[in-house]
């Protein structure tokens, strides 16, 4: 059973359009997060929810927006892609505290 | 299958000591490997990160060494303080499908 699952997998799209990136969770956990892995495969955080309020809100453009419907989910909206946004994105969730916390297995954007 | 395993689970040292956290892996056929910490509530901060052909990295207090053909890891800090306080976790990515698998971590108090 999948634990993090994020959609798609992999993502090519073109500068200017709009995408978003699913995040599920089947584990109960309160807390989710995005991360973006950058070309030299440093995690960056990038937004964290606790039961669907914005507790972490790193500095990144105002084009990416993460939306939390639930606790289950997190998704990753991003508008007017450029191509420096490029990177895989993970996703992630946690219990309050680590240990616990688990990966998806990560979307493979890239803006051409 | 890859597994991280960090030693030990918690750590209390006074302050101004060394000390030196340790993560092994099972699989070495990494990409690289990163140290994070976590405060509470709080995503990963990225600390270090050390490619598969590197051998060690600094950053101020703190040293990262990478054995990669034994599958260890140690986290050296120097001059420990109070702020250092966290759960320190050590990943890797995989060369194959960019899977960033984390050990559970280290719980480090320091004590003032």
């Known amino acids: 059973d999948t634990a993090v699952s994020q959609t798609p997998k992999y993502l090519v799209t073109q500068m200017g359009n709009d995408k978003s990136i699913k995040c599920e969770q089947n584990?109960?956990?309160?807390?989710m997060y995005w991360y973006k892995q950058d070309s030299k495969k440093f995690l960056k955080i990038m937004f964290s929810?606790?039961?669907?309020?914005?507790?972490i809100n790193e500095t990144v453009p105002n084009r990416f927006s993460p939306k939390s419907p639930d606790k289950a989910h997190l998704n990753l909206h991003i508008n007017s892609l450029e191509l420096g946004d490029s990177a895989v994105y993970f996703c992630?969730?946690?219990?309050?505290?680590?240990?616990?916390?688990?990966f998806g297995q990560g979307t493979r954007l890239t803006v051409v | 299958k890859q597994e991280v395993t960090q030693i030990p689970a918690a750590l209390s040292v006074p302050e101004g000591e060394n000390l030196v956290l340790n993560c092994s892996f099972t699989?070495?056929?990494?990409?690289?490997l990163q140290w994070f910490r976590q405060d509470p509530g709080k995503g990963l901060t990225s600390l270090l990160l050390?490619?598969?052909?590197?051998r060690e990295q600094t950053s101020g207090r703190l040293n990262a060494s990478l054995d990669k053909s034994s599958g260890r890891s140690t986290l050296y800090i120097a001059a420990s303080q109070p702020g250092d306080s966290a759960t320190y976790l050590c990943?890797?990515?995989?060369?194959?499908?960019?899977?960033?698998?984390f050990g559970k971590g280290t719980r480090l108090h320091i004590l003032p």
């Open positions: 990943a890797v990515t995989m060369n194959r499908d960019d899977k960033i698998i």
């Open positions: 929810y606790n039961n669907k309020e914005l507790i």
């Open positions: 992630a969730s946690s219990q309050n505290q680590w240990p616990g916390a688990f």
């Open positions: 050390i490619q598969s052909s590197q």
């Open positions: 584990l109960g956990h309160d807390t």
């Open positions: 699989d070495s056929a990494i990409y690289n």
